[in-house]
């Protein structure tokens, strides 16, 4: 009986934490991607995190992570031993999905993307669309049979809200919120409609998209990520919002990959 893995999810901006007890998640942290830290900085902060949580390293079991920042990659698995006393699982070529990977290049796909869709696939069923809103948006498809048949890219709205104030002399910065109309009466709420209204019917169309090349009108749509909560208040198009799918992927592979490993 597994008694506690951690899960760790490096992304762009942030790197995820967190800790199960067999299937229940008992914590949840996040710390700030920086790729200037040391392994020490990382690790004293992680066993800070977990020791908020009650959580000791002789407590793990397992850990498993998953990064789409290569310059973090050896910093992260040397942390993890050094602090924590395991080598992780990394999420990657040659581990076990239960899914069949149907892309040009497959080593390309992200770790988050991966994680997401076995997650949504495992419990919520196929055909599915997963959505992850982070510092890129990304929409993938499963299908039924459990293949995943690709997605798309875009950049997410934090990024998209500072190019446009970055490139453009007299627009301000603006807080990520819904304006009440797409009749902006001045600056600030023109951009807002235009960000936060556009995004909305960018991504409505491309889960139309998918779901028409797809041939599957049923396909369930799953999202997480920091936007996924506020985008879903405004549109009919996302069925499920799952702020743990990425986390809860990374324990469906780790129990995987377990599980192979017991038979051997």
Known sequence: MLNMLLVIDVGNTNIK??????TTMVGKWRLATDTNRTSDEYGIAT??????????????????????????????????QDYLGKKPV??????????????DNPRELG???????????????GPCITMDFGTATTLCFTGRDATFQGGCILPGLKVSADALSGKAAELPSVALEVPDTVLGKNTITSMQAGLLY?????????????????????????????MAQVIAGYS?????????????????IYEMNKKESDKQ
């Open 111 to 125: 770790g988050d993307m991966i994680c997401d869709a076995v997650s949504a696939f495992r419990r919520y069923g």
């Open 198 to 226: 556009g995004y909305i019917g960018q991504i409505e169309y491309l889960i139309r998209k998918m779901k028409a090349e797809a041939n599957a009108p049923d396909a369930k749509v799953i999202a997480t990520g920091g």
């Open 47 to 80: 066993v800070d995190v977990l020791r908020t949580g009650g959580i000791e390293k002789e407590d793990l079991d397992g850990i498993i992570l998953s990064s789409v920042v290569p310059r973090l990659n050896f910093t992260m698995q040397h942390m993890l």
């Open 17 to 22: 934490i967190g800790a199960f007890r067999g």
């Open 90 to 103: 990394v999420v990657g070529v040659g581990i076990k999905t239960g899914l069949n990977i149907r892309l």
């Open 236 to 252: 009919d198009a996302i069925d499920i919002v799952d702020p743990s799918l990425t986390l809860e992927g990374l324990r469906l």
